[in-house]
């Protein structure tokens, strides 16, 4: 008695097992992978006087992921069913660049995140080259295979731009960053 009843509970627990990875699975087949290019950050340059590396803390965004997941699931979802977020791409625009004050002044810029819960930065996305050509719009190309998921736990994100200039700015330049966030 002693052992069919233990042989039963280990079935049951084989059982519940296999149906719950089931589950994941029939939830993963019917969650709808989608993009969302919403936030968008407006900010300004200082002039940079001298050639040289430099991080750019753009902005503090408060940002419910969770809401943007039910309200784009019709509620069917909430984060919890997401397994994956990761930054597609970055369109980084100088509203007021020039001849003189544009791109073309950078060597590089990629785009940090950190969070209220997740205090360390990591690189979401990067230029992979920047043309010495005076230019107003740069595109960024998200660091594949980057889940930034647990940075969405929290209710605060933190942006940053990681930049090395090549040559001085003679203005302050106004600028705005889109990010294109995808969910899996």
Known sequence: MKKS???????AVVLLSFAFQSCDKLKD????????DDLAI??????????????????????????????????????TNVSSIS??????????????????NLEKASVLFHSNTTPHATEVAAAPSIPYASTNVLSLAGIPNT???????????????AVKIKTPTTKELESKVKLNISFE
């Open 29 to 36: 087949s019917i969650f709808p992978a989608f993009e969302n």
């Open 42 to 79: 407006e900010f300004t340059i200082p002039i940079a006087p001298v050639a040289k590396e430099d991080t750019i803390d753009l902005a503090s965004v408060h940002f419910n992921i969770d809401s943007l997941v039910r309200e784009f699931t019709g509620n069917a979802f909430s984060i």
């Open 5 to 11: 009843f233990a042989v039963l509970s280990l079935a």
């Open 147 to 161: 889940n930034i998921k647990n940075y969405f736990t929290g209710s605060d994100l933190y942006l940053q731009l």
């Open 87 to 104: 930054i597609k791409d970055v369109e980084w625009t100088l509203v007021n660049g020039d001849d003189q004050n544009s791109f073309q």
